[in-house]
């Protein structure tokens, strides 16, 4: 296997572009399905020394651009974005363990391969490995989708997708041609055999975030088997606007999802419902009428059943937060 290391992305996307090699950031997804038979081995561009995909940017209107190789742990340490962006750097500083940030970059957590053990054990054939089915649709699924999107029945991974859903955030995207996507349109749930749309031409180069609005308020809350270094279960990022300085009734809010569907997923219907909430009071009957309507967004399977009641609860338990609703 051989690693080239460009130092800057046209080269970088020279080596990529119809030569069959990939893309390396940080490295643990890549090290893990290398190890897992789920890729073979073929030759890496390493993207480390490419500095124009590292960092943060801030524009005079206050939004901000972040490169796909910032370490995830600079989101979760940099004060600024904290302030401007307290989703996401909740949702960073939740991820796996202290040493998985400080390696992990933005761009590998939102284009990471999914975690079904069908998929990461060589012995079983996938839609991502070239089989024609789903074995764990009628095998151990017990952490699969409860909103049913296509054939494949791995909720996508990525933590930070949900939280940038939620800040409206969008991606630029080089290689063949630079575009710019919103972060729900880098998912298709529909496609079995892909966990993100980019093909293997393409490099994900940058995420940029709107500018904050006066008086935001988020959190970030996920439902694990453990407390630290667990894959969720189910995840909600929650961003409510709140008068000029946080606490006048909710004028627009932003709810989304993980852990439930092959792509991180907003609710609608729940932001709407927050909207005149007031911080500092327990949500009302709107937003109850919404929690129960969730229901109907689900189709389990049958062993993730148990998490029709497990989102409610979870986007319940997140709204209460980023209302700051005294404890019962």
Request: overall charge negative; charged content about 20%; some cysteine.
């Amino acid at each position: 296997m051989t690693i080239t290391r460009p130092t800057d992305l046209g080269a970088a996307l020279d080596r990529l572009d119809g030569t069959g090699a990939r893309p390396r950031a940080g490295g643990t997804d890549l090290t893990a399905c290398l190890a897992a038979g789920v890729v073979e081995p073929a030759p890496v561009v390493d993207l480390t020394g490419v500095e124009d995909l590292r960092g943060v940017a801030w524009a005079a209107d206050g939004s901000a651009r972040v490169g796909a190789l910032t370490r995830i742990a600079e989101l979760s340490g940099d004060p600024l974005l904290a302030d401007a962006y307290p989703a996401l750097a909740l949702t960073a500083a939740a991820l796996a363990t202290p040493q998985v940030r400080g390696t992990a970059t933005v761009g590998g957590n939102l284009l990471q391969r999914n975690r079904c053990w069908y998929l990461r054990n060589p012995a079983f054939d996938c839609f991502q490995t070239g089989g024609d089915s789903c074995p764990a649709r009628s095998g151990d699924h017990l952490y699969g989708v409860v909103v049913d999107q296509g054939p494949c029945a791995a909720p996508h991974p990525s933590s930070l997708a949900v939280a940038l859903l939620a800040h409206g955030a969008s991606v630029r995207v080089a290689g063949g041609r630079e575009r710019d996507l919103p972060v729900a349109s880098l998912y298709d749930g529909t496609d079995p055999t892909r966990d993100h749309v980019l093909d293997s031409r393409e490099v994900l180069v940058s995420v940029a975030l709107p500018a904050p609005a006066p008086g935001e308020r988020a959190a970030y809350l996920r439902a694990t088997g453990r407390s630290r270094a667990e894959w969720p279960l189910v995840e909600v990022a929650v961003r409510l606007v709140c008068g000029d300085d946080g606490t006048g009734p909710v004028s627009s809010a932003s709810v989304a999802v993980g852990g439930v569907a092959r792509t991180p997923l907003l609710l609608p219907g729940v932001a709407e419902a927050l909207v005149g909430a007031v911080p500092g009071t327990a949500p009302d009957e709107n937003v109850d009428v919404a929690l129960a309507a969730l229901a109907d967004l689900c189709d389990p399977l049958p062993a993730t059943g148990y998490k029709v009641d497990l989102l409610s609860a979870t986007v319940r338990a997140g709204v209460e937060r980023a209302l700051g609703t005294p404890a019962a």
